[in-house]
């Protein structure tokens, strides 16, 4: 499955912006970028995905390096509400499946 | 807003026993997956289901796993005989596609105890 490193943890202060990185390097040509992030006792939710472009919306934005090896999820204002465990997934398509390999996410911690 | 919901929310159970566990997707999704989570390790995909079939499933989804739909909303997990390594977090999630942009939706969750 594929794979993606990222830090294990992170602390920003409030109303920071905020960088998490994530490192992809066998990341294929269709692979999408996906990162989801996990409120404490909460399912995996959406945040943003990505292809090759840079991608914005109103949660976050995804800076997607040019050989895509590397992307880094960017929170422009960080709130105590987002602190949470951020995954960054490869999404492959296998057969008529389309599983989330999850790594083991970096745990944000928003300091007030 | 549409979400998948998941019931029970936690399932206490004895070792050797069967468990089902319950999930409805969000009613126009086509796509089915569930994932576990072990406490403080990483979500797991177990398996995926399209058109009443198992499209993939991982080496943990072995014979004592089965998954099922059976009607137009439930999707169903199946442990048949619990042992205590598959004490974790079950997650349930659907999406629209496949394609890969597709975003899965997660269900809230079900915390198994095998005691």
Same mark, same amino acid.
């Given at each position: 499955?594929?794979?993606?490193?990222?830090?294990?943890?992170?602390?920003?202060?409030?109303?920071?912006?905020?960088?998490?990185?994530?490192?992809?390097?066998?990341?294929?040509?269709?692979? $999408?970028?996906?990162?989801?992030? *996990?409120?404490?006792?909460? @399912?995996?939710?959406?945040?943003?995905?990505?292809? =090759? &472009?840079?991608?914005?919306?109103?949660?976050?934005?995804?800076?997607?390096?040019?050989?895509?090896?590397?992307?880094?999820?960017?929170?422009?204002?960080?709130?105590?509400?987002?602190?949470?465990? $951020?995954?960054?997934?490869?999404? *492959?398509?296998?057969?008529? @499946?389309?599983?989330?390999?999850?790594?083991?996410? =970096? &745990?944000?911690?928003?300091?007030? | 807003?549409?979400?998948?919901?998941?019931?029970?929310?936690?399932?206490?159970?004895?070792?050797?026993?069967?468990?089902?566990?319950?999930?409805?997707?969000?009613?126009?999704?086509?796509y089915?997956?569930?994932?576990?989570?072990?406490?403080?390790?990483?979500?797991?995909?177990?398996?995926?289901?399209?058109?009443?079939?198992?499209?993939?499933?991982?080496?943990?989804?072995?014979?004592?796993?089965?998954?099922?739909?059976?009607?137009?909303?439930?999707?169903?997990?199946?442990?048949?005989?619990?042992?205590?390594?598959?004490?974790?977090?079950?997650?349930?999630?659907?999406s629209?596609?496949?394609?890969?942009?597709d975003?899965q939706?997660?269900?809230?969750?079900?915390?198994?105890?095998?005691?």
């Amino acid at each position: 499955d594929a794979k993606t490193t990222q830090p294990n943890s992170m602390e920003s202060n409030e109303e920071e912006p905020v960088h998490l990185p994530c490192n992809h390097s066998t990341i294929s040509g269709t692979d $999408y970028i996906h990162w989801y992030r *996990q409120l404490p006792s909460q @399912g995996p939710e959406y945040v943003i995905h990505g292809l =090759t &472009s840079n991608v914005n919306n109103r949660m976050a934005s995804l800076a997607i390096a040019e050989d895509r090896k590397s992307s880094t999820l960017i929170l422009h204002r960080a709130t105590l509400r987002d602190a949470a465990v $951020y995954y960054c997934i490869l999404s *492959q398509r296998v057969g008529t @499946g389309n599983q989330f390999y999850f790594g083991t996410g =970096t &745990s944000l911690t928003v300091i007030p | 807003e549409p979400e998948v919901t998941q019931t029970p929310s936690h399932q206490v159970t004895q070792m050797g026993q069967e468990v089902i566990l319950r999930c409805v997707p969000i009613s126009n999704h086509l796509y089915f997956y569930w994932y576990r989570q072990i406490l403080g390790q990483k979500v797991e995909f177990l398996v995926s289901f399209y058109n009443n079939e198992i499209s993939e499933k991982s080496e943990i989804f072995d014979d004592q796993f089965s998954v099922e739909r059976p009607d137009g909303s439930n999707f169903t997990l199946k442990i048949r005989s619990t042992k205590l390594e598959d004490s974790a977090m079950y997650f349930c999630a659907s999406s629209v596609g496949l394609a890969g942009w597709d975003e899965q939706f997660f269900g809230p969750g079900t915390r198994l105890t095998v005691l």
